[in-house]
């Protein structure tokens, strides 16, 4: 993307996250990746008149180039962290999330937005109030719910026991101390009790495995047990995934941790096609999409911290919260969760 098409994207972004004079944003990369980002991030910064500085971490020793879940790279840095403690919103371009780390930021009361997805996706989906409204009312009603049941022709009858874990909403900018968000992001989520999801999940061709970053070829039935899966059957895409968990060594990674819906009408399901060096974020965000995850829960304040993570969004869902249907078959039921041309 032109560079000054990017710039002035970014300050769109950082004018929705309150940027203003008087404040401090830093911006963070790790090796040569994303420089441009940052550029376009101060840039933004100095025109709503906030001081700003990069902060640029080595290359991962690892060559591999995956993404190591809760390897922030600041852990053996603790003056790196004590300066993005002292700003008021970092714009994280390495993908902080589930690190102490980050956490440790954000309880000092600084924002973090981070951005790391493909340019043009960033400029397609621009966060807009409108959206935030509709993903808010998502999130004060699972807030209220007790129990999450999902279903699908397919198979699917799960149900989770909720009110142990707080209610999160995504909408892609951050304007309050010490929250987190994503650019783009357009979903909310929450976990289930440890010990409460019970039932079966079945993943139908085109469901979406991510990290792998791939859509499922073959069905996969999970059979779930107090908030554990004990089972995996199928063809190739449930080899590779009992392959992919048991290789971690790590029986925590057999929990399952958050679960929601997607609510951005402008998102493509087939994303992945265009955008295939990302983190998946448009696959997340779907209009209609009910995703649930495997692995960790600490983002949410639970106890596990395995490095073994799956979120896998699934179409053709529906989805209650506790009597009320919320998603009926991939379509909000709730006027105030559509968009304007569907209510």
């Not at 902060?55 to 060559?63: H, V």
Request: net charge negative; glycine share 12%; hydrophobic share 40%.
């Amino acid at each position: 993307m032109d560079q000054n098409l990017f710039n002035e994207i970014c300050l769109q972004q950082l004018t929705l996250s309150g940027v203003h004079d008087g404040e401090t944003v830093a911006v963070l990369t790790r090796g040569d990746e994303r420089g441009e980002y940052a550029n376009a991030f101060m840039w933004a910064a100095q025109k709503l008149g906030a001081a700003t500085f990069h902060l640029r971490l080595p290359s991962p020793a690892s060559a591999s180039g995956a993404w190591a879940v809760g390897d922030s790279g600041l852990a053996s840095n603790p003056l790196a962290v004590e300066a993005l403690k002292r700003a008021d919103m970092l714009v994280d371009c390495t993908f902080l999330l589930f690190s102490k780390e980050q956490f440790e930021i954000q309880g000092a009361g600084t924002r973090i937005l981070t951005a790391v997805e493909p340019a043009p996706l960033l400029a397609r989906l621009m966060p807009t109030k409108e959206l935030r409204e509709r993903v808010e009312v998502g999130a004060e009603l699972l807030a209220k719910a007790q129990t999450m049941r999902i279903t699908s022709p397919h198979g699917t009858d799960v149900t989770y026991r909720l009110g142990v874990y707080p209610t999160m909403s995504e909408y892609g900018y951050t304007d309050q101390p010490g929250r987190w968000d994503h650019w783009p992001a357009a979903f909310v989520f929450t976990g289930g009790a440890d010990d409460g999801v019970d039932g079966k999940i079945v993943l139908a061709p085109g469901d979406v495995l991510l990290p792998f970053n791939t859509y499922v070829q073959t069905p996969v039935e999970f059979t779930i047990e107090q908030g554990f899966i004990r089972d995996i059957r199928g063809g190739l895409d449930a080899d590779l995934l009992s392959s992919y968990i048991k290789s971690f060594d790590d029986p925590r990674g057999y929990g399952m941790s958050h679960v929601g819906w997607g609510l951005d009408e402008r998102a493509h399901w087939h994303g992945l096609t265009q955008f295939g060096g990302g983190m998946g974020m448009e696959l997340r965000s779907f209009y209609g999409n009910v995703m649930f995850s495997i692995g960790p829960n600490n983002e949410l304040g639970g106890p596990n911290d395995t490095p073994c993570h799956f979120d896998i969004p699934m179409r053709g869902c529906s989805l209650h919260l506790d009597d009320e249907l919320v998603v009926d078959a991939g379509e909000l039921t709730v006027p105030e969760m559509r968009p304007a041309g569907r209510r």
